[in-house]
T-cell receptor, first 116, second 115 residues
Framework: EPEVTQTPSHQVTQMGQEVILRCVPI?????FYWYRQILGQKVEFLVS????????KSEIFDDQFSVERPDGSNFTLKIRSTKLEDSAMYFC??????????????FGSGTRLTVV | AQSVTQLDSQVPVFEEAPVELRCNYS??????LFWYVQYPNQGLQLLLK??????LVKGINGFEAEFNKSQTSFHLRKPSVHISDTAEYFC?????????????FGTGTQLKVEL
């Protein structure tokens, strides 16, 4: 079964440093997403990406966040200057076209970001 | 905007007993509904989804859910739970907005199965 792959599985960074979280979505999917889950809390939507641009973003996704699909296969989330409160599990997801026809939404296994 | 309410933060149950995890949603438009399971230190696994058609949806691991439009509910049920079902369960709704399908999650229900 196709998978969404996220690397690294765990990243520790110092406050103020830039981090890039990487994701390889399922190859025929068209929509890409990032979600965040702070420890013990619910999963929150950050951003969706379609046709090489952001299609929707939440209020959490401020100027320190950016997303990119640099090479047609990877999908990255960059946090420019990390804060302690950015510590969370970050999930990448991808989906097919405009309806949940086949696989629907598929999540990666997540990257646990720890800011110290 | 859509929202999801999972009233029960924790549900303890004995092994082989039935369980129901409650989910209510609100939305001004038609929604798609999902249940995800998260085992400790793991990612999100899709249990089942309601897109259209039959309101009773069967998923993996013996779980099922019933979509009730009049009560705006999508409760998850299992007739007999196993220790291995201990996990966090998230209900989610989605509306296609043209830019993709944003999932809105509930706060989760911790299912704890005891011997």
């Amino acid at each position: 079964e196709p998978e969404v792959t996220q690397t690294p599985s765990h990243q520790v960074t110092q406050m103020g440093q830039e981090v890039i979280l990487r994701c390889v979505p399922i190859s025929n999917h068209l929509y890409f997403y990032w979600y965040r889950q702070i420890l013990g809390q619910k999963v929150e939507f950050l951003v969706s990406f379609y046709n090489n641009e952001i299609s929707e973003k939440s209020e959490i996704f401020d100027d320190q966040f950016s997303v990119e699909r640099p090479d047609g296969s990877n999908f990255t989330l960059k946090i420019r200057s990390t804060k302690l409160e950015d510590s969370a599990m970050y999930f990448c997801a991808s989906s097919t076209g405009d309806r949940w026809i086949s696989y629907g939404y598929t999540f990666g296994s997540g990257t646990r970001l720890t800011v110290v | 905007a859509q929202s999801v309410t999972q009233l029960d933060s924790q549900v303890p149950v004995f092994e082989e007993a039935p369980v129901e995890l409650r989910c209510n949603y609100s939305s001004s438009v038609s929604v798609y509904l999902f249940w995800y399971v998260q085992y400790p230190n793991q990612g999100l696994q899709l249990l089942l989804k309601y897109l259209s058609g039959s309101t009773l949806v069967k998923g993996i691991n013996g779980f099922e859910a019933e979509f009730n439009k009049s009560q705006t509910s999508f409760h998850l049920r299992k007739p007999s739970v196993h220790i291995s079902d201990t996990a966090e369960y998230f209900c989610a709704v989605s509306v296609f907005t043209g830019g993709g399908n944003k999932l809105t999650f509930g706060t989760g229900t911790q299912l704890k199965v005891e011997l």
